[in-house]
C-alpha cells in the first residue's frame, strides 16, 4: 500500500513536444504529491508540486494533473526542450509521517533536438 | 542561501567494513532526511533525524543509524557493509513535517561496495 507506480519507464519526444509521466498510488493517507527531476550526477531537485485539494497545477511549462478518485497524478511538461532530459521522479507523502516520502522508481526522458 | 552538502562524494568500502557518510542541511532547515538510491531506481526512505533524535524509519536494519548534531548537521552510519549497499546515498533537508515542506536533496554519497 504504500507503492507508487509510475509509467512509462522512459520516454523519447521531439524539441517542441508534450511530454506526459503517469504515476498511481495506493494508500489514500497521502497528500502531497512532489515531482522531482534528476540529472546524472546530480541530487533530485524539486519540480512542482500538488495537493489533492486541486485538481491542477501549473508552473510555467510543467503541469501536474491530479485525479483523486483514481488515486493517480500525471507530470505533463508542454514545449519540451533538450535541457528538460532527465530522469523524473514522482513521489508521495502524507504530512506528520517523519516525511517518509515513497518515491516511482522513475522516468527517464530524452528530448530530441 | 547554501544548500545541502554532502561528503565524500565517492567512497569504495570493502565488504564487512563501516561508513560514516556526511551532511550539512540547507540554511534554515532543521530536519534532515537519508535516502538510499540504487541504480536505475527512486530513493528509498532511510530514517528521519528531528531536533536531534529519529523521527521515522524506513524498512532498513539496524546497521544503518544515524546522528544530527545540535547545528542539524547529520552523519549516516552502516556497519557490517554488504555488497548490495551500493548505491548513492542522498541527505535531504527541510522544514519540519506540514504545509508544503518538501524535501531538498544534496547531490549525494556514491558508496561502492567489493
Known amino acids: 500500500q504504500q507503492q507508487v507506480k509510475q509509467s512509462p519507464q522512459s520516454l523519447i519526444v521531439q524539441k517542441g513536444g508534450i511530454s506526459i509521466i503517469n504515476c498511481a498510488y495506493e494508500?489514500?493517507?497521502?497528500?502531497?504529491f512532489p515531482w522531482y527531476q534528476q540529472f546524472p550526477g546530480k541530487g533530485p531537485a524539486l519540480l512542482i508540486a500538488?495537493?489533492?485539494?486541486?485538481s491542477e497545477k501549473k508552473e510555467g511549462r510543467f503541469t501536474i494533473s491530479f485525479n483523486k478518485s483514481a488515486k493517480q497524478f500525471s507530470l505533463h511538461i508542454m514545449d519540451s526542450q533538450p535541457g528538460d532530459s532527465a530522469t523524473y521522479f514522482c513521489?508521495?507523502?502524507?504530512?506528520?509521517?517523519?516525511?517518509?516520502?515513497?518515491f516511482g522508481p522513475g522516468t527517464r526522458l530524452s528530448v530530441l533536438p | 542561501e547554501t544548500g545541502v552538502t554532502q561528503s565524500p562524494t565517492h567512497l569504495i568500502k570493502t565488504r564487512g567494513q563501516q561508513v560514516t557518510l556526511r551532511c550539512s542541511s540547507q540554511s534554515g532547515h532543521n530536519t534532515v532526511s537519508w535516502y538510499q538510491q540504487a541504480l536505475g531506481q527512486g530513493p528509498q526512505f532511510i530514517f528521519q533525524?528531528?531536533?536531534?533524535?529519529?523521527?521515522g524509519r524506513g524498512n532498513f536494519p539496524p546497521r544503518f543509524s544515524g546522528l544530527q548534531f545540535p547545528n542539524y548537521s547529520s552523519e549516516l552510519n552502516v556497519n557490517a557493509l554488504e555488497l548490495d549497499d551500493s548505491a548513492l546515498y542522498l541527505c535531504a533537508s527541510s522544514t519540519p513535517a506540514g504545509q508544503n515542506s518538501p524535501l531538498h536533496f544534496g547531490n549525494g554519497t556514491r558508496l561502492t561496495v567489493t
Open positions: 494508500n489514500t493517507a497521502f497528500d502531497y
Open positions: 513521489a508521495a507523502t502524507r504530512d506528520n509521517y517523519g516525511q517518509n516520502f515513497v
Open positions: 533525524y528531528y531536533r536531534e533524535e529519529e523521527n
Open positions: 500538488i495537493r489533492p485539494d486541486v
